[in-house]
């Protein structure tokens, strides 16, 4: 078998490069071993949204976004603006807002009066929040399915990676003039070099409750736990589905690679958010489940060349369906030669080669 481009792993960073070479005139093969858009992209809240946690990722996640506004998905996709809206408990992360809001010009300093109207079944006594108008909620398995509708994608796993291509493991040899994996902590298995760990996540969503909540919410203290490095963090990051649901997370957890909900876990995430939201405890979960999210040492996704031929997209950890069109235009970019948007330098892996 003989393509252009091979591509290793089928959740919504695969997709996303499938379809920006497609668009380009590229023959592509896209091989998955489970299911399209499974993975981390379905242990992923869909938040489509711009994080600053270092200049690189500030950069990156902008430019996505603008990305994911110009996309013109189908009603399937499930895309609202519904915005972020970061909720600040304290003084001390007011100041925060007051940071974020010098960054994001479109943004919305709200004060605690504010914060209720918007938000009315927070618990009292917090102290404000910033609105970020131009965040998004997409339906990522969806987005990816959306996204390979017109790439052939054949159900098995690269066995090993040959000279000119790769042995798939149903024997067959795929000849491509370039491969990239996509395949998120699945990578290692073929690249043990690079320095990606999976970080396993829980999540929960809610029976239907039209109108309970608003926005995205997040607690400012998310971005200590959610891109720190320690074993085990939660932190309050609550989402609108546009089916009435709510989904709830998010716990992040290093070590542990078994896909079973830790119980302990799970309800220390949940109980942080009935701290910020105390009617929760009243809504029914429906659903539980985990998922692992590949991260690397300084919080950024390795795009780019790797050895002769073979390229990785991997890394993005809790960002990568925001990042996966950024992504994507980058490695295009560099292959055609074009000037990319944005400096692709902080992404490159051999950064840490």
Request: proline letters at 8%; glycine letters at 10%; one cysteine or more.
């Amino acid at each position: 078998m003989t393509t252009d481009v091979l591509i290793a792993g089928a959740g919504i960073v695969g997709a996303a490069i499938a379809a920006a070479f497609r668009e380009e005139g590229g023959k592509c093969l896209v091989v998955e071993p489970h299911t399209v858009g499974g993975g981390a992209t379905a242990a992923g809240m869909g938040h489509v949204v711009v994080m600053d946690d270092s200049p690189a990722q500030l950069a990156l996640t902008e430019y996505s976004r603008r990305l994911w506004d110009a996309l013109p998905v189908p009603p399937s996709v499930e895309r609202e603006h519904r915005g972020t809206l970061w909720v600040a408990a304290d003084a001390e992360e007011m100041a925060e807002v007051a940071r974020k809001h010098a960054l994001f010009p479109a943004s919305e300093i709200l004060d605690e009066r504010a914060l209720y109207e918007a938000e009315p079944e927070l618990r009292p006594g917090l102290a404000g929040g910033l609105l970020v108008p131009g965040d998004s909620v997409v339906y990522a398995p969806t987005a990816a399915s959306w996204l390979l509708r017109l790439t052939p994608v054949r159900y098995t796993a690269i066995e090993s990676l040959t000279p000119d291509g790769a042995l798939l493991a149903d024997g067959t040899q795929v000849s491509a003039g370039l491969t990239i994996l996509a395949c998120g902590t699945g990578i290692t298995r073929l690249l043990p070099e690079l320095p990606i760990k999976p970080r396993k996540g829980h999540l929960a969503i809610t029976d239907r409750y039209p109108g309970f909540l608003r926005h995205q919410l997040v607690e400012l203290g998310y971005l200590k736990s959610a891109h720190g490095h320690s074993n085990e963090s939660v932190a309050f990051n609550v989402q609108p589905r546009s089916t009435g649901q709510i989904l709830i997370g998010s716990s992040r957890q290093y070590g542990d690679e078994s896909p079973d909900i830790r119980p302990e876990l799970l309800s220390r995430m949940l109980r942080r958010a009935v701290e910020y939201m105390p009617r929760l405890v009243d809504l029914q979960v429906i659903r539980t489940w985990t998922g692992f999210r590949a991260a690397t040492p300084d919080s950024l996704p390795l795009i780019g060349p790797v050895r002769d031929r073979v390229w990785v997209a991997a890394g993005h950890e809790g960002l990568g369906i925001t990042t996966s069109l950024g992504s994507a235009a980058l490695l295009l970019d560099r292959l055609l030669g074009d000037t990319p948007a944005i400096p692709p330098e902080p992404y490159l892996p051999e950064r840490f080669a």
